[in-house]
Every structure is written in C-alpha cells, then in structure tokens.
C-alpha cells in the first residue's frame, strides 16, 4: 500500500530535516534530489544536506523526470524522500515543459507506487506579490503544484520555526 506525505514550509523552515526524521526508522532509504548545481553558494547547500544524511541513504539525482525514477526505484522495502517539489517545478519551467501534463504523470506514479514517499515542498505563496511576471507564474504555479500533491498525500504536515503543524492525516 502507498503511503504519501507532503512537508511543506518556508526557506530554512525545517523541512528537510523533518521529512529526514521521518524517514530515520527505515533501514532502506532513497533520497531522489531535483537539485541542479547551478553555483558555489548552492553547493555548499547541497553538501550540507549530503553531510546531514551520511551514508544511510541512497541518493538519485533526477532533476526532471520523478516518473520514471520513482517507478524505477519500488520504494516497497524502503522509504522514499523527494527534495524538493520547488526545485523540481523550477526544472520544469526552465525546460520548458508542460507542468500540468508532468504533475499529472506525477500523481499517477505515486498513487501506483507501492511504499513510504516523502515529498518536500516549499510553500512560497505567504509573502508578498513578486514584482515580475515570471516569479508571479512561479509562484502561481507552485501553488497548484502543492494543492494537487497535497489532494494525493496522506499526510500533509507544514513546518514553521522548525515545528510541525499536521494539515491532513488520513489513515492507510
């Protein structure tokens, strides 16, 4: 049976680790980065996050293409973790690509999945409108992406201040 959460919270909120915390009782760990290396200042975040997890977990780098990964991995042993849904948006409007046909495939991948999946979003919409069109269609589209995860997740948990805030909890 698939089990689904979603952790959502702001920049330097917590969720990573959280989402992390959750996965700690697995001894199988799959850790599915979107992250692309773009500069200095990004990779030391990247490393950061790899030092944090040491060397419990597998890591996949799949910037663009969580279907076939997802589908690839059969997290049915094992616990899956997607960080971050927010870089992975990025990726695709960089790409080009149609988000609401890739967050369609999305969700049908992870409702036949069969397993633990821990996915990690941002939650952007709690500031102010961005000034340029761009990072308004970002931001737009970030909040569909995160309504619709959040329609296929079990479990929907909002972090703030390093402190969890449950949403939804649907019992599997």
Avoid at 23 to 33: E, F, G, R
Avoid at 91 to 102: G, H, P, S, V
Avoid at 154 to 160: G, L, S
Wanted: aromatic share 6%; charged share 20%.
């Amino acid at each position: 049976m698939t089990h689904i959460s979603l952790i959502l919270g702001g920049a330097r909120s917590g969720k990573s680790q959280y989402a992390e915390q959750l996965a700690a009782p697995y001894s199988q760990k799959i850790y599915l980065a979107t992250a692309q290396n773009g500069d200095l200042e990004f990779d030391k975040r990247i490393k950061i996050h790899q030092n944090r997890r040491a060397n419990e977990w597998q890591t996949i780098e799949s910037p663009l293409d969580l279907v076939t990964t997802i589908s690839l991995t059969k997290p049915n042993d094992s616990i899956l973790l997607i960080d971050c849904m927010t870089l992975w948006l990025t990726n695709l409007m960089f790409a080009k690509k149609d988000i609401t046909q890739e967050t369609q495939k999305l969700c049908l991948a992870l409702s036949q999945s069969n397993g633990h999946i821990i996915m990690v979003s941002n939650e952007v919409g709690l500031s102010i409108v961005p000034e340029n069109a761009l990072a308004r269609k970002f931001r737009d589209e970030q909040g569909l992406l995160n309504q619709t995860l959040a329609k296929v997740a079990q479990k929907v948990i909002f972090i703030a201040a390093g402190l969890p805030l449950i949403l939804k909890n649907e019992q599997t």
